[in-house]
Structure formats: structure tokens, C-alpha cells
């Protein structure tokens, strides 16, 4: 079982390898003119790269929208909004 999926493995290396679709190590400049193929990707006029995106998680964006947790006794839990300012 381990050889076929050793197989496998090595077809897909070499097929990607022959397109030319496979990098290894590349320098400073590919992985830069790399990063610029991307449609975000910018150079600042400072010369780094920047790319915006959206965060993955992170605080909400209005406080309003938040719910806190606060216990009125060990037995009862409510849940209120938390006032605003």
C-alpha cells in the first residue's frame, strides 16, 4: 500500500517538475517577480510588496455587536448587550 502511494506521489513531483510548475529554493528576485504576478500584489515606493486582504479573525468590527457574558448567580446565565462607550 505504501509503495502505490509512494508512486503516486513521485508521478505527481516529476509531472510538475516537467511543467515547470515546481520551484525549488528560489532567490529574492523569483519570489519577487513571483509575488508580483499576483493582481493584489503592489510595490510601495520604498520598494517592499503589499497586498491587502481580509483578516481571518481578529475583534468584531463595532463593540455594539458583541455579547458578553454575565453571570447573575452560579445557577443563571444572561446574556446582555454591552453598553456602548
Known amino acids: ?3 502505490e502511494f509512494e508512486q ?5 513531483f ?3 517538475q516537467a511543467r515547470g510548475a515546481l520551484i525549488r529554493n528560489p532567490d529574492e528576485a523569483r519570489l ?3 509575488a ?3 493582481p493584489e ?7 517592499s510588496l503589499v497586498a491587502d486582504s481580509e483578516p481571518m479573525s481578529g475583534p468584531p468590527s463595532s463593540p455594539r455587536t458583541t455579547l458578553t457574558r454575565r453571570s447573575a448567580s452560579p445557577s443563571t446565565t ?3 448587550r454591552p453598553s456602548a462607550g
Open 78 to 80: 444572561c446574556w446582555k
Open 36 to 38: 508580483l504576478e499576483e
Open 32 to 34: 519577487r517577480a513571483m
Open 41 to 47: 500584489v503592489r510595490e510601495t515606493r520604498y520598494g
Open 14 to 16: 516529476e509531472s510538475a
Open 1 to 3: 500500500m505504501f509503495e
Open 8 to 12: 503516486t506521489a513521485r508521478a505527481i
